[in-house]
C-alpha cells in the first residue's frame, strides 16, 4: 500500500525533485514480517494518519452530501453536529476509512450526512468481577479463586480499529489470565503472596491489552475458596501446632518456677527468720480477702519428734513381747 509509484504525469523535466523522489518510492522497503503486528499498529489507529485518496466515486459522494447540507438548511445542523462528553472521544470514519486526527473531542465536532459515520468509545474506568474460577494449584490441590479488574480505554481509535470488542476481549483474557497464573502457584503462594500474584497479572494484562488501545489499571484477587475437607484438615493441622506449642510453653514456664522455687528455698534455710515472715505475709493475703479459714503451719520438727518417741516406744514394747 505504501510502495505505489506516483502518475507518469508527476515525471517531468520541469520538476526533477518529483522523480527523485519517486525513484525513492520504488525503492522504500517494506515492513518485515516479524513486527507485522508492530506495523498493524502503526498504521490502524494511528493519531497522524494522513488522508487516504477517496477516488472519483468518493469525490462525488462528498460533493453529493454536501449539498444536501445547504439545501436543508437550518435543519441539516440538527444531524451534521455532534456533542460528546468530556469522559467520551469520538471515532470518525469517512467511506470506510479512518479520519486524520484521530479520535474527536471532548465537545462539538461535525459529521458530513450519508458518507461519515462514528462511534463513542467512554474513556472512564470500567470494574469487571472475573467470576469464581476453578483452578488446580501446582501442589495438586483444587480451590475456587475470583477477582476483580480495574481498566480504561487509552487509546480510542485504536479500541475501535484493532479489535471488535475491546471490553469483551479484555474480560475473557482476564479469566484465562487468572487460570494460568495461579496454576504455576502453590496454595500457600496464593494464600500468603497475594501481592506479587496481582502485580504478575496486572503486567501481564496491560502488556496484552495495549494493542487493543486497554490500559489494565488494577488487579485484585477478592477471595480463595478451599474445599471443605481440606479446611477441616488445615484446621485440625493449626489446632494440633497451637497444643503443641502450648504445651512447650507450660513446660517452660514450669521449669523457670522450679528455679525460682529452689533459690527461695535456699534463701529461706539460711535465714530461718525468712519462714516466719513469709508465714506472716501469707496470713495478711488471706485475711484481706475476708476469708474465716485460716491455715496454720505445723513445723516438720514437731511431728519428727512424736514419731520418734512413738517409735521408741513400738520397739521396746517389741523387746519386751520377745524377751517373753
Not at 48 to 71: A, N, P, Q, R, Y
Not at 140 to 149: F, N, Q
Not at 175 to 183: A, E, K, M, S, V
Amino acid at each position: 500500500m505504501h510502495n505505489q509509484v506516483e502518475p507518469e504525469e508527476a515525471v517531468s523535466p520541469a520538476s526533477p525533485q518529483t522523480t527523485v523522489h519517486i525513484s525513492t518510492q520504488q525503492h522504500k522497503p517494506v515492513a518485515p514480517t516479524s513486527s507485522r503486528s508492530d506495523y498493524r499498529h502503526s498504521i490502524i489507529g494511528a493519531e497522524d494518519v494522513t488522508d487516504v485518496e477517496i477516488g472519483i466515486c468518493g469525490w462525488i459522494l462528498t460533493v453529493f452530501s454536501w449539498i444536501i447540507v445547504f439545501c436543508t438548511l437550518p435543519f441539516s445542523l440538527c444531524v451534521c453536529f455532534k456533542v460528546v462528553q468530556e469522559y467520551e472521544r469520538a471515532v470518525i470514519f469517512r467511506l470506510g476509512r479512518l479520519l486524520s486526527g484521530g479520535a474527536k473531542g471532548p465537545g462539538i465536532f461535525f459529521i458530513l450526512p450519508c458518507i461519515e459515520t462514528y462511534t463513542k468509545v467512554d474513556l472512564r474506568s470500567s470494574v469487571f468481577d472475573i467470576p469464581p474460577q476453578e483452578i488446580l494449584t501446582r501442589d495438586s490441590v483444587t480451590v475456587s479463586v475470583d477477582a476483580v479488574v480495574y481498566y480504561r480505554v487509552s487509546n480510542a481509535t485504536v479500541s475501535i480499529a484493532n479489535v471488535e470488542n475491546a471490553h469483551h476481549s479484555t474480560r475473557l483474557l482476564a479469566q484465562t489470565t487468572l487460570r494460568n497464573i495461579l496454576g504455576t502457584r502453590l496454595l500457600h503462594e496464593i494464600l500468603s503472596d497475594r501481592e506479587n500474584i496481582q502485580a504478575s497479572m496486572q503486567s501481564s494484562l496491560d502488556e496484552a491489552t495495549d494493542e487493543w488501545g486497554i490500559k489494565v489499571e488494577r488487579v485484585e484477587i477478592k477471595d480463595v475458596r478451599l474445599p471443605v475437607q481440606l479446611q477441616r484438615a488445615m484446621a485440625a493441622e493449626a489446632e494440633a501446632a497451637r497444643e503443641a506449642r502450648a504445651k512447650v510453653i507450660a513446660a517452660e514456664g514450669e521449669q523457670k518456677a522450679s528455679r525460682a522455687l529452689r533459690e527461695a528455698s535456699e534463701v529461706i534455710g539460711n535465714s530461718p527468720a525468712a519462714l516466719q515472715l513469709r508465714y506472716l505475709q501469707t496470713l495478711n493475703t488471706i485475711s484481706a480477702e475476708k476469708n474465716s479459714t485460716i491455715v496454720f503451719p505445723l513445723p516438720i520438727d514437731l511431728l519428727t519428734y512424736f514419731l520418734k518417741a512413738r517409735g521408741a516406744a513400738d520397739a521396746a514394747q517389741a523387746a519386751a513381747s520377745a524377751s517373753k
